[in-house]
């Protein structure tokens, strides 16, 4: 059975629009019915662009936000129904790390609180050996000298180590990883990322991987789900949508990574405003293949291989539709 | 071969009554005409601060050294009122926030126009016929002259600010994270803009960037920067295929590639040297694997090792030699 | 702490502050001991009833021939401590009010603010003499009136503190493990918001001494204790002032004033240094 498991997963935001909102509310909905398993032990990449919903689904997962429906399982249960116990106890199983780490740690706390505050929390004895074993765990040795830091006397690097320290000291099994590397200079992010690699061997840790950068998630993770403009487009193992995307946008996305060797297949304009998104299919207006079918429904998500679903009408078992020619680059 | 931008022994030195920290310790390039220039360099060193220095933009707290030459002009030592007249004519840069580089007031029609106004003297109808075609060249709608910056999104704020830059047809443009606060395909969008805009007016461009694999995409040549000098320069290719220096190398071996199925990513232990003020000996000599007793007593000159690269250190043959 | 100290040792109000105030918090301790006389010990001699300052009585005697300096002396105690509880008042309550309203928004924070609305638009001398009438003239009460005047201030700048501070990530991050919001409060917002109590503390403090020395010259100070604003209270009622006995209260005038100078160029030292956009010499972008 997996550990976690995402139904149907709807994140909606309540937007004031001027007086309107006093008679009427609106909601943006930035995380539109996507769902997802991980496994017990692997990693999950959510990658996409700003605003395409990652974020919001990871809080949601962690039942961090209001206005959510759907259903996420962890172990069998859902978070979002649990009641006020229960929901203790997985917070004791799933932990986050975020993306800066100058703004995710307490400036007025020391490394020994800050580490120490996830067993103070739960009421777990917290011994400084359990904090040094995080420290060590995290990188950070020896232990000693990191203890009674503030987290302005610490590099970057140190202080995201801090932050997983924190997130590993009650031994949890899910961790959120939400751009956790995004503000870290190169060489510092390489060690961050293989320590992220060693504490899965040694702990078991599942991680849903939450990241702008495409090389970043392939490096990490066993399967990624692209998202656009809040919707789940393909999914499938990381191999298997590197060599073959079946999604017209997740092609794009590969194309245009640094480095991916790729012929560029450059999308014109922006992203629309997910105030307004467009009809049907999300991608349509800046979608190569697009028919007029696109605009008009939501097409479905269908499991072109074993493992790997597509939401695209011009995609079925494994094949793109023979009739359409090859989508070009654009302008 | 000609030059349209030569470097000399460029330094920035930042000083404060408690500190002198030497930022760029003396670093030597030139650029040919069209030729984009690649400045990489994690941060802290030194890639903003050299190209600050050229633009003549330091806070007074800087101490600018050396000597550059735009079409056989010096600017370093350029009073300001002279220097007034090179920026932006010769010379113009980019920022990583366009944001900030936008008066959130004014419509960026008339942002565009201004330096045209200022700099050229042009009429003020005329200067804003000239931003209408200047925004046409960067793919923005023309009609979006009288849109404030708050009404564009984040890629066309920055093709507003890079049509800004070039509406006086500067010779060199510098262009210093342009693209790190933006999403990938816009990231690629504003590439193959420069890249346009390049082979369109034989601009000649300094890109500066952490990502060494988005410098691969659009630069001729690369120049790796560790701590306020420059380690090694080559053509893109050949840096690519053989770096030479350790740090390059390292640097390399760090970086996530798509398709690449890497077990372990290289890490480079330690932490750049403090630069208040520079230890003796190479600067990477304490995290460098190849060290020998040589490196701790004087810092590698950039020397030529063939083929147009360059590169700083006593040990770059190490077990093999480049063919 | 290093942006504080920086803010004293550059500002030269700053240190005048510190001074001021330090030198009155050393004679409020030893006062009662270097002070001359017994403050209620009354003349034996006629000549001795509002004598003007002399070797015997530096500044003075009043009208039953006690020392002058002396009650000033011993009332700076009175008066400092007055000063520092009724401001230690006022900022508890108000740190209360403001970082919960803050930090659980809503109708609740509707609510106090209100209330903090409705205390701010009375005059709070008119409602501080009615709690002191209410309850009687003794020095408790004097305290407490005068507290539960002052903390709207304190209230306002916390919650708007509380309200920045809530939206960090490291509050999210806690949120995610699964801290209630008491812990919340206690341990991520109120080490972010004491620095600008503090701040306010001081000035608090000086409006505090300013209250008492109104309460007591209009008849609602606590008659068994010599502060400050008594002293003057007793000049005025015995008519110091038409028959020019200007020692009488002046002394203690010239107290107020300066302890009054004092909490304020603290105060307005530890602004700036806790407001960025108030630093002089720094161009804000």
Partial sequence: ??????????????????????????????????????????????????????????????????????????????????????????????????????????????????????????????????????????????????????????????????????????????????????????????????????????????????????????????????????????????????????????????????????????????????LHPPPGCRFHPRCPRARGRCSEEVPPEVEAAPGHRVRCFYVSRGERDPHLEEPKPIH | MERILSVKDLRVTY????????????????LAPGEILGLAGESGCGKTSAASALMRILPHTAEIGGEAFIGGTEILSLPEEEMSKIRWRKIAMVFQNAQAALNPTKTIGYQIAEPLMIHLRYPRRRALEEAASLLARVRIDPKRLTDYPHQLSGGMRQRAVIAMALACRPLVLIADEPTTALDVMVQAQIIELLKELRDEYGLSLIYISHDLLLLAEICDRIAVMYAGLVVEVAPTGGLFQRPLHPYTRKLLGAVTVLGVRAQRLETIPGAPPRLAPPPPGCRFAPRCDRVSGACREGMPPLEPVGKGRRVACWNWRGEDVPS | MAEIKEAFRTSPFGKAGLAIVGIFIILAIVGPYIAPYDPWKTADEIEDILAPPSWAHPLGTDELGRDILSQVIHGTRITLIIGLSAAAIAVVVGTVVGVTAGYFGGVLDAMLMRITDSFLSMPFIVLAIVIVSLLGRSLGNIILAIGLVQWTQAARITRAQTLSIKERVFVLRARALGAGPFYIMRRHILPNVLPLVFANMTLVTSLAILSEAFLSFLGLGDPTKFSWGIIIRYAFETGAVSIGAWWYFLPAGICIMLVVLGFSFISNTLDEALNPKLRRGQVVI
Avoid: W
């Fill in chain 1, 1 to 274: 059975m997996s550990l976690l498991e995402v139904r149907e997963l709807t994140v909606a935001y309540p937007v004031a629009v001027g007086l309107s909102a006093f008679f009427s509310r609106r909601y943006l909905v930035a995380v539109d019915h996507v769902s997802f398993s991980l496994p017990e032990g692997g990693t999950l990449a959510l990658v996409g662009e700003s605003g395409c919903g990652k974020s919001s689904t990871g809080l949601a997962v962690l039942g961090l936000l209001e206005h959510v429906e759907g259903e996420v399982l962890f172990r069998g249960r859902d978070v979002l129904r649990m009641r006020e116990k229960e929901r203790r106890e997985f917070r004791r199983h799933a932990q986050i790390v975020f993306q800066d780490p100058y703004e995710s740690l307490n400036p007025k706390m020391r490394v020994r609180t800050i580490v120490g505050e996830p067993l103070a929390i739960h009421r777990r004895r917290g011994e400084t050996g359990r904090l040094k074993e995080a420290l060590e765990l995290a990188g950070l040795s020896p232990p000693e000298y990191f203890l009674d830091k503030y987290p302005h006397e610490l590099s970057g690097g140190e202080r995201q180590r801090v932050a997983i320290a924190a997130a590993v000291v009650l031994q949890p099994k899910l961790l959120i990883l939400d751009e956790p590397v995004s503000n870290l200079d190169v060489s510092i992010k390489a060690g961050i990322m293989n320590l992220f690699r060693d504490l899965q061997d040694q702990l078991g840790l599942s991680y849903l991987f939450i990241t702008h950068d495409l090389a970043d998630a392939f490096f990490l993770a066993d399967e990624v789900a692209v998202m656009y403009l809040g919707v789940a487009v393909e999914k499938g193992e990381t191999d298997e949508v590197l060599s073959h995307p079946l999604h017209p946008y997740t092609e794009a996305l590969l194309s245009v990574a640094p480095g991916s060797g790729r012929e560029k297949l450059i999308l014109a304009g922006d992203v629309p405003d997910p």
């Fill in chain 2, 15 to 30: 000083r404060t009554p408690a500190v002198a920290v030497e930022a760029v310790g003396g670093i030597s390039f030139s």
